[in-house]
């Protein structure tokens, strides 16, 4: 059994293989569901206080909250499935 770890950002992992959505945080429905989350603590903060750019909904219900954009996350996925190449751990974010 191979862990397929997924760096989301500041040094925090997931594993890869259990995500199923990257979500952008901008609408209203989303809010909710982060909310809800919240409330049923299932929800994960990443950010460390940075700006939510991206929503990882994971396969047991859990909410993951990322500063980095759902973009990069997909493409770190994409390398640890495929051809991994040299990445940075963390972008820069302003």
Same mark, same amino acid.
């Given at each position: 059994?191979?862990?397929?770890?997924?760096? =989301?950002?500041?040094?925090?992992?997931?594993?890869?293989? $259990?995500? %199923? @959505? =990257? =979500? &952008? #945080?901008?609408?209203? #429905?989303? $809010?909710?569901? %982060?909310?809800?989350?919240?409330?049923?603590?299932?929800? %994960? /903060?990443? +950010?460390?206080?940075? $700006? +939510?750019? &991206?929503?990882?909904?994971? /396969?047991?219900?859990?909410? =993951?909250?990322? @500063?980095?954009? #759902?973009?990069?996350?997909?493409?770190?996925?994409?390398?640890?499935?495929? *051809? %991994?190449?040299? *990445? #940075?751990? /963390?972008? *820069?974010?302003?």
């Amino acid at each position: 059994m191979s862990f397929n770890l997924l760096n =989301i950002g500041f040094g925090n992992m997931v594993m890869g293989n $259990k995500v %199923i @959505a =990257i =979500i &952008s #945080p901008e609408s209203a #429905p989303i $809010k909710r569901m %982060i909310q809800e989350a919240r409330e049923r603590n299932t929800l %994960i /903060d990443a +950010t460390f206080g940075r $700006k +939510t750019r &991206s929503i990882l909904v994971m /396969d047991n219900g859990q909410i =993951i909250l990322s @500063a980095l954009q #759902p973009e990069t996350i997909s493409h770190r996925i994409l390398q640890v499935d495929g *051809e %991994i190449q040299e *990445e #940075p751990l /963390d972008e *820069e974010i302003t």
